[in-house]
């Protein structure tokens, strides 16, 4: 046997290695190949689809009323805030003024909404980064608070399916503002077990710093919104430059963060539970007595011809209905604009030229909810 | 060659070998057991939450219920795995951590066998076991098993070090009770009970506060712990080496590493907190009783398994390159430098403050090294498009 | 390490407070009124006939699609020598609970607050080995209002 010994360098070859579906830290059936060369990341490959259940089909299927509970679906940590913009939609196209106080109350609902999917964020990040769950149990421990006011106030847990097209399904209970108020208060003491867990922790510092970055223009163009965005230094909020609701009516700041790493994402969110923790002060503020409802709905809601967009500022972007009416009870189609989506496309982006580990991180701080990515 | 034990003269050396070793055995396998429990409970607490309480009362019979289930399992061997390997790593991984409980020196004249190069003889057992997890991770053909693997060798072999390092510089000044014949003074041992006995007046605690940190983030790297848990981090390698293994071999993994907490601990209380000896040692006329100072070992060493649980709970993991920076850049020159002094006091015979001294210094060296690497973040990789690569599409 | 020792010390502060877990099947949380598990019908305790007349709005409603009713005529009917108003009601009625999607529309449409979600537990623990087993008849549908055990909440 003949040895080729003339050859002065090996051939080596990547390893592919395939995270997902079924991997502890893919937050559900997300499923990525990552081409690697020792602990370095060469190239990644993203596939979706693994929970597709054809919601906006399925939608274009069932009336206006029973439309809202498949929203509830396709984005279950912030369900509310999928319900707003569907029921916007309807609303748009038939015309409906929405009472005050149910614009209050929805405000209200979503920021609390808000609340929670960001605690489910930081615990599940904090899970990522390496803490044995300890940041987990804190993040739950603040959602379950509020998940149970919702509970005392549709019924259900997650799948709320509470506002309906022109306000909502019902009255809230008579305790509902002292209720809030309690629940805001334990989730300030969340924020701040957060904030001392996480925030100056050397060790997290230096995991999250400058890993995963992206410029402001690459985010742009990737249609990038949400925390994701405001973290690489563009201030699209859509509740300040679009102010839907009563958005309008209160103050508060857009909040960014310059570095566009996991670190900024990380950070955006933290103060966004606080602001909205202010945002609901105001906003409790401000509600008043009065209908829930219009005075005249008809039993089954009939849109004219027409379609709309209808863009709201859901937890992790932009959460965008488009719909097509041509007449009828039913949408003729339906279309669901995905945040999560979107910010995925940047994954590859981000997490090329970096450690294995920086990848999982990576996609832990885009907060992709796959039932929102997939539909 | 005959030896004494439990009171019975003239026993064969071996059979009291065996007999002790069984004993710490069995006692181990309990312990561990509690160990178990412990960690699970108090994780628990720090989360709060209620951890075990459906096994016995408030969950004491879990890690039982836990073994049985662990024994009843399946045994499987993935088709593609290297079969040798494959089985023989659980083995390598166990067995030399229970080898290295043969100097730890429990109470008073109470261990396997006093060696004189105890020391030596523990980091050269324990540190056996790092072959075990690369066969683990490479009989296992598993990519996962394999980076996990890959990574515990790196970690295992670089963390050896200082590891090492701080237990010499603390055996290389210990003072060794006098020679009775010729009155000299004498310094450095290897001896445990000798280590243990030179502080029963100031532990070492006292003299050695950086050596005392080195070991115990050193520690925490061997032992696999947050945040040093790198190659069986669950939210990357999904428990890494251990991957593909099951019911009684995983659960050899599992016993091997808690009984390396439990050495680690006790090895930790007899070198920096005076073992037995320390407050104990005071009345050296009227030694304190058998249980008093088993007492007084398990406290201490409580006290560590604390610590690491606490850690566990509350940082996050360290990724592979800032693990390797920071034994090699960091705690290693800080070791050579303690060694150095330590070595200068032992030449020179300077007053032991000095010891004391240059450790807070390194400490404090540490802190601002710890400190300055955080602000200065690796740079920013590059871009995407200038690395070309092919993944499967 | 500043920020390492102030990890350490939020951990302690956790470990003195209180455990927010409970145990489960032992101590069951007082669920809101509101609570919504699946829907149930409701028996007229004055006549002793189900409320439900089998009009079949909820079935029409029922986004997944996951009810079955049938009429009949009532046999309790004034006319019949009964002391029942109904002049149809209820033949037979399932649930299947596996494709509920507790929406509530069901109970929003039904013009005879015939049916409500369960607010209880019983409504919430209901595995079964099989999922032929979670297709509820009326006789089952009906036990707990039947029984007393339910005080519904229906949205006006």
């Given at each position: 046997m003949v040895v080729d010994t003339s050859a002065t360098e090996f051939e080596t070859q990547?390893?592919?290695?395939?995270?997902?579906?079924q991997h502890p830290s893919t937050h559900g059936v997300f499923r990525m190949v990552l081409e690697i060369d020792g602990e370095l990341v060469k190239d990644l490959v993203p596939y979706i689809g693994y929970l597709h259940r054809g919601a906006e089909k399925l939608c274009e299927n069932n009336d206006f009323r029973q439309g809202i509970g498949y929203m509830d679906r396709t984005e279950y940590l912030a369900a509310h805030n999928a319900e707003l913009s569907y029921v916007m939609a309807v609303e748009a196209l038939a015309e409906i003024e929405v009472p005050e106080r149910a614009q209050w109350i929805r405000m209200i609902l979503c920021e609390l909404n808000r609340i929670s999917s960001h605690f489910m964020f930081l615990g599940a990040f904090g899970v990522d980064v390496g803490v044995f769950g300890t940041p987990f149990i804190y993040g739950w421990r603040e959602r379950e608070r509020?998940?149970?006011?919702?509970?005392?106030?549709?019924?259900?847990?997650?799948?709320?399916?509470?506002?309906?097209?022109?306000?909502?399904?019902?009255?809230?209970?008579?305790?509902?503002?002292?209720?809030?108020?309690?629940?805001?208060?334990?989730?300030?003491?969340?924020v701040k077990d957060f904030d001392g867990l996480l925030t100056q922790n050397e060790i997290f510092i230096a995991r999250t710093k400058n890993v995963g970055v992206i410029t402001a223009?690459?985010?742009?163009?990737?249609?990038?919104?949400?925390?994701?965005?405001?973290?690489?230094?563009?201030?699209?909020?859509?509740?300040?430059?679009?102010?839907?609701?009563?958005?309008?009516?209160?103050?508060?700041?857009?909040?960014?963060?310059?570095?566009?790493?996991?670190?900024?994402?990380?950070?955006?969110?933290?103060?966004?539970?606080?602001q909205s923790i202010d945002l609901i002060e105001q906003c409790l503020e401000r509600l008043e007595d009065g209908p829930i409802m219009p005075e005249k709905m008809p039993r089954m809601l009939r849109l004219p011809e027409g379609e709309v967009y209808i863009r709201t500022e859901a937890p992790r972007g932009e959460y965008g209905i488009y719909m097509v009416s041509k007449g009828g009870n039913k949408p003729h189609r339906l279309k669901v604009r995905s945040a999560c989506l979107s910010n995925l496309q940047a994954l590859k982006q981000m997490c090329v030229g970096q450690y294995v580990a920086d990848a999982i991180i990576v996609l832990g701080s885009i907060d992709i909810v796959l039932s929102e990515v997939d539909r | 060659?005959?030896?004494?034990?439990?009171?019975?003269?003239?026993?064969?050396?071996?059979?009291?070998?065996?007999?002790?070793?069984?004993?710490?055995?069995?006692?181990?396998?309990?312990?561990?057991?509690?160990?178990?429990?412990?960690?699970?409970?108090?994780?628990?607490?720090?989360?709060q939450r209620l951890g075990p309480t459906r096994t016995g009362p408030v969950g004491l019979l879990q890690s039982v219920a836990d073994a049985l289930k662990l024994v009843g399992k399946e045994d499987l061997r993935p088709r593609?795995?290297?079969?040798?390997?494959?089985?023989?790593?659980?083995?390598?991984?166990?067995?030399?951590?229970?080898?290295?409980?043969?100097?730890?020196?429990?109470?008073?004249?109470?261990?396997?066998?006093?060696?004189?190069?105890?020391?030596?003889?523990?980091?050269?057992?324990?540190?056996?076991?790092?072959?075990?997890?690369?066969?683990?991770?490479?009989?296992?053909d598993n990519r996962y098993a394999m980076i996990g693997g890959m990574r515990a060798a790196a970690q295992g072999i670089s963390y050896e070090l200082p590891l090492v390092l701080s237990l010499l510089a603390v055996a290389m000044v210990v003072e060794v009770p006098s020679d009775s014949a010729t009155g000299e003074s004498l310094r450095g041992s290897l001896n445990l009970n000798e280590i243990i006995a030179a502080q029963a007046e100031i532990p070492n605690l006292v003299w050695q506060p950086l050596v005392l940190i080195v070991f115990f983030i050193a520690a925490l790297a061997e032992l696999?712990?947050?945040?040093?848990?790198?190659?069986?981090?669950?939210?990357?390698?999904?428990?890494?080496?251990?991957?593909?293994?099951?019911?009684?071999?995983?659960?050899?993994?599992?016993?091997?590493?808690?009984?390396?907490?439990?050495?680690?601990?006790?090895?930790?209380?007899?070198?920096?907190?005076?073992?037995?000896?320390?407050?104990?040692?005071?009345?050296?006329?009227?030694?304190?009783?058998?249980?008093?100072q088993a007492l007084l070992v398990t406290g201490k060493a409580g006290l560590f398994i604390f610590m690491v649980f606490w850690v566990r709970a509350s940082v996050p993991r360290l990724r592979i390159d800032q693990l390797m920076s920071f034994t090699w850049k960091i705690l290693l020159p800080l070791m050579f430098a303690q060694v150095l002094i330590n070595g200068l006091v032992l030449v020179y015979d300077w007053p032991e403050i000095v010891l004391t001294v240059t450790g807070l210094v390194g400490v404090l060296v540490l802190v601002m090294a710890v400190d300055r690497a955080v602000r200065h973040p690796r740079p920013r990789p590059a871009p995407a498009t200038q690395l070309e690569g092919e993944a499967a599409s | 390490m500043r920020g390492i020792l102030k990890s350490l010390a939020t951990t302690l502060s956790t470990f003195s407070r209180r455990p927010v877990t409970r145990l489960y099947p032992e101590g069951h949380r007082d669920l809101p009124e509101r609570d919504r598990a699946f829907p149930v019908l409701l028996w007229d305790k004055d006549i002793d006939e189900p409320f439900c007349t089998g009009c079949h709005a909820c079935e029409r409603a029922c986004p997944v699609e996951c009810m079955t009713v049938t009429m009949t005529d009532n046999p309790n009917h004034t006319t019949n020598d009964g002391n029942s108003k109904r002049r149809k009601i209820v033949d037979k009625f399932y649930i299947d609970y596996a494709r509920c999607m507790r929406c509530n529309i069901c109970v929003e449409v039904c013009n005879f607050e015939a049916i409500a979600m369960n607010n209880t537990w019983q409504g919430h623990e209901t595995s079964v080995y099989d999922r032929a087993d979670l297709v509820m008849d009326l006789p089952q549908l009906l036990v707990q209002s039947k029984a007393k055990q339910l005080e519904e909440w229906v949205p006006e």
């Amino acid at each position: 046997m003949v040895v080729d010994t003339s050859a002065t360098e090996f051939e080596t070859q990547d390893l592919l290695l395939n995270v997902g579906p079924q991997h502890p830290s893919t937050h559900g059936v997300f499923r990525m190949v990552l081409e690697i060369d020792g602990e370095l990341v060469k190239d990644l490959v993203p596939y979706i689809g693994y929970l597709h259940r054809g919601a906006e089909k399925l939608c274009e299927n069932n009336d206006f009323r029973q439309g809202i509970g498949y929203m509830d679906r396709t984005e279950y940590l912030a369900a509310h805030n999928a319900e707003l913009s569907y029921v916007m939609a309807v609303e748009a196209l038939a015309e409906i003024e929405v009472p005050e106080r149910a614009q209050w109350i929805r405000m209200i609902l979503c920021e609390l909404n808000r609340i929670s999917s960001h605690f489910m964020f930081l615990g599940a990040f904090g899970v990522d980064v390496g803490v044995f769950g300890t940041p987990f149990i804190y993040g739950w421990r603040e959602r379950e608070r509020i998940i149970d006011l919702f509970e005392e106030i549709s019924g259900d847990r997650m799948m709320f399916a509470y506002f309906r097209a022109g306000g909502l399904a019902w009255e809230v209970p008579l305790n509902f503002p002292e209720r809030v108020r309690e629940v805001l208060e334990s989730a300030r003491q969340g924020v701040k077990d957060f904030d001392g867990l996480l925030t100056q922790n050397e060790i997290f510092i230096a995991r999250t710093k400058n890993v995963g970055v992206i410029t402001a223009d690459d985010a742009i163009e990737m249609g990038m919104s949400g925390p994701t965005i405001r973290a690489s230094g563009v201030p699209l909020d859509l509740r300040k430059t679009e102010p839907y609701l009563q958005y309008d009516q209160i103050s508060f700041e857009t909040i960014t963060a310059d570095g566009g790493d996991v670190f900024d994402r990380y950070l955006v969110r933290l103060q966004e539970i606080s602001q909205s923790i202010d945002l609901i002060e105001q906003c409790l503020e401000r509600l008043e007595d009065g209908p829930i409802m219009p005075e005249k709905m008809p039993r089954m809601l009939r849109l004219p011809e027409g379609e709309v967009y209808i863009r709201t500022e859901a937890p992790r972007g932009e959460y965008g209905i488009y719909m097509v009416s041509k007449g009828g009870n039913k949408p003729h189609r339906l279309k669901v604009r995905s945040a999560c989506l979107s910010n995925l496309q940047a994954l590859k982006q981000m997490c090329v030229g970096q450690y294995v580990a920086d990848a999982i991180i990576v996609l832990g701080s885009i907060d992709i909810v796959l039932s929102e990515v997939d539909r | 060659m005959s030896t004494e034990i439990f009171g019975f003269d003239g026993v064969n050396v071996w059979v009291d070998g065996l007999v002790r070793v069984l004993l710490i055995v069995g006692f181990m396998t309990v312990v561990v057991m509690g160990l178990i429990y412990g960690e699970r409970k108090i994780l628990a607490r720090f989360q709060q939450r209620l951890g075990p309480t459906r096994t016995g009362p408030v969950g004491l019979l879990q890690s039982v219920a836990d073994a049985l289930k662990l024994v009843g399992k399946e045994d499987l061997r993935p088709r593609n795995a290297d079969a040798w390997t494959f089985e023989l790593a659980p083995y390598l991984v166990f067995v030399p951590v229970f080898l290295g409980f043969v100097i730890v020196p429990f109470v008073l004249d109470w261990q396997v066998r006093i060696l004189e190069l105890g020391l030596l003889y523990f980091v050269a057992v324990t540190g056996i076991n790092i072959v075990g997890w690369i066969m683990a991770g490479w009989g296992s053909d598993n990519r996962y098993a394999m980076i996990g693997g890959m990574r515990a060798a790196a970690q295992g072999i670089s963390y050896e070090l200082p590891l090492v390092l701080s237990l010499l510089a603390v055996a290389m000044v210990v003072e060794v009770p006098s020679d009775s014949a010729t009155g000299e003074s004498l310094r450095g041992s290897l001896n445990l009970n000798e280590i243990i006995a030179a502080q029963a007046e100031i532990p070492n605690l006292v003299w050695q506060p950086l050596v005392l940190i080195v070991f115990f983030i050193a520690a925490l790297a061997e032992l696999n712990r947050t945040p040093f848990d790198i190659p069986v981090g669950e939210s990357e390698v999904v428990g890494g080496p251990f991957v593909e293994y099951s019911g009684i071999r995983w659960s050899m993994f599992f016993l091997a590493e808690y009984a390396a907490l439990l050495i680690m601990s006790l090895i930790f209380a007899a070198v920096f907190l005076g073992g037995w000896a320390w407050p104990a040692g005071l009345f050296q006329d009227d030694p304190w009783p058998r249980w008093a100072q088993a007492l007084l070992v398990t406290g201490k060493a409580g006290l560590f398994i604390f610590m690491v649980f606490w850690v566990r709970a509350s940082v996050p993991r360290l990724r592979i390159d800032q693990l390797m920076s920071f034994t090699w850049k960091i705690l290693l020159p800080l070791m050579f430098a303690q060694v150095l002094i330590n070595g200068l006091v032992l030449v020179y015979d300077w007053p032991e403050i000095v010891l004391t001294v240059t450790g807070l210094v390194g400490v404090l060296v540490l802190v601002m090294a710890v400190d300055r690497a955080v602000r200065h973040p690796r740079p920013r990789p590059a871009p995407a498009t200038q690395l070309e690569g092919e993944a499967a599409s | 390490m500043r920020g390492i020792l102030k990890s350490l010390a939020t951990t302690l502060s956790t470990f003195s407070r209180r455990p927010v877990t409970r145990l489960y099947p032992e101590g069951h949380r007082d669920l809101p009124e509101r609570d919504r598990a699946f829907p149930v019908l409701l028996w007229d305790k004055d006549i002793d006939e189900p409320f439900c007349t089998g009009c079949h709005a909820c079935e029409r409603a029922c986004p997944v699609e996951c009810m079955t009713v049938t009429m009949t005529d009532n046999p309790n009917h004034t006319t019949n020598d009964g002391n029942s108003k109904r002049r149809k009601i209820v033949d037979k009625f399932y649930i299947d609970y596996a494709r509920c999607m507790r929406c509530n529309i069901c109970v929003e449409v039904c013009n005879f607050e015939a049916i409500a979600m369960n607010n209880t537990w019983q409504g919430h623990e209901t595995s079964v080995y099989d999922r032929a087993d979670l297709v509820m008849d009326l006789p089952q549908l009906l036990v707990q209002s039947k029984a007393k055990q339910l005080e519904e909440w229906v949205p006006e």
